[in-house]
């Protein structure tokens, strides 16, 4: 257990880190508050695309093995490998109270039949369909990654600030408090005796004063 020096240098100290600590947790409150509020809006505009997408999930899930059924695996793997494209991101960097976030901007993925790299005369409806859908999907998967990104980056950001929160508020602070308390009482309890002592002094002084005046007189 850490021994307490009850001096008035350490009191300073003792006020001055739980200055720091008490500050320290505004700073801490005030930049989770602005994370929260980034936080809520992002998974607002999530929440809506993200419902969209699993639709789309569901619906080509059913498209494809529809397709599977109908025109075989083979088929249908081939044309994946036929329609294959490069896509390019554009990646930005952005701060919410120092915690990193980006953007992402890319084009529209989804082409029309002819730029698809297969022969539209060869291929059933269905496995159109399928890209068609499929396309659509990709770009809305690409338009809301960032989001899911920053969402769970921003997550685990609050997770450590509410961490370090919680441990200002319920260990560092009170400690300081109780430190400071001691401090303080042991150095009113001190300048209590102090005074105490000195006023005994100066009666003894008074008595010896008293006790030698007759004396001098007889003198």
């Not at 109908?70 to 701060?95: P, V």
């Amino acid at each position: 257990m850490e021994t307490i020096k009850a001096t008035r240098d350490e009191l300073l100290r003792t006020r001055q880190e739980l200055a720091i600590a008490q500050s320290g947790k505004q700073i801490l409150e005030k930049k989770k508050e602005a994370l929260l509020n980034r936080f809520l809006a992002m998974v607002r505009q999530y929440k809506g695309r993200r419902e969209a997408l699993v639709a789309d999930l569901k619906h080509l899930k059913d498209l494809l093995a529809l397709t599977r059924a109908r025109d075989g695996s083979i088929t249908l793997k081939s044309m994946a490998l036929a329609t294959s494209q490069d896509i390019s991101l554009e990646i930005t960097r952005d701060t919410v109270m120092g915690t990193k976030i980006f953007h992402a901007q890319h084009p529209h993925v989804t082409r029309d039949i002819l730029s698809r790299g297969y022969n539209p005369a060869s291929t059933s409806s269905r496995i159109e369909a399928c890209a068609q859908v499929a396309e659509q999907l990709l770009d809305k998967m690409l338009d809301i990654a960032h989001l899911e990104h920053n969402i769970k980056t921003i997550g685990r950001e609050m997770r450590s600030l509410n961490s370090k929160i919680n441990a200002l508020e319920e260990n560092i602070i009170p400690a300081l408090k109780a430190k400071k308390r001691y401090i303080e009482d042991v150095l009113e309890q001190n300048e209590r005796e102090e005074i105490f002592r000195l006023k005994m002094v100066k009666r003894v002084q008074e008595r010896k004063a008293q006790n030698a005046t007759p004396t001098a007189q007889r003198a």
